[in-house]
């Protein structure tokens, strides 16, 4: 099933390059890779409360235990930053070496990696990163988030974000949306996306399919 959708939020950033997002509860973080920063922006004012510097944004963006992660540098490591203070914690290793890490999102079930080339998608422990389940998909990864049941993924190219059933791993519905969208999130009612060629934060409502 394919279908278009508008958005029903556009908030534009100062940003040449946007990467990745994530939703914190609070905010929505994104990342910019020309600047090479993360940045705190307020969904409801469009103001940004935060910016954090971040030599070599890579792709996506994540939150675990109130850290922020980013995909970063030639590697794609997966790099833990504290917010407040912008420090780096750790790095972790891209856990398929020599592949293209564009997607990234932690649950509770544990953290979500897509990989571009490989059109493939792993769930890995949070802990380690021991591999949990992994299953392909139809098109090249940007960014990924998730919902109750579904996975969303951003394919650039093709300006559309496809939703996969996570109890079968079936492909529903491929959305099509305005611009070219790149890193992904949920807030528990819309999905929010980059939108790469306008330099806008976009929203889209997904009725009975994005609330799980």
Known sequence: MVYAAGTVRDIPVRALKLCGLTWTGEYLWYSEAVQNHIAALDPV???IMQRIPCPGVRTDLTSIGGNLVQIAGENRVL????PDSGDVIRELPNP???NVLCGLEATRHGVWLGYEDLRVVDLRG???LRLIDSFPVRHPIAGLTVSDDYLAYSDYRAGTINLVDLSDHHEVVSI????NPTGITWDGSLI???DYATFQVRAIEVPGIAGG
């Open 45 to 47: 004012s469009g103001e």
């Open 79 to 82: 790099r833990v930053i504290a």
């Open 96 to 98: 398929r070496p020599g």
């Open 126 to 128: 949070a802990d380690g």
């Open 176 to 179: 099509s949306v305005h611009g």
């Open 192 to 194: 929010w996306y980059c």
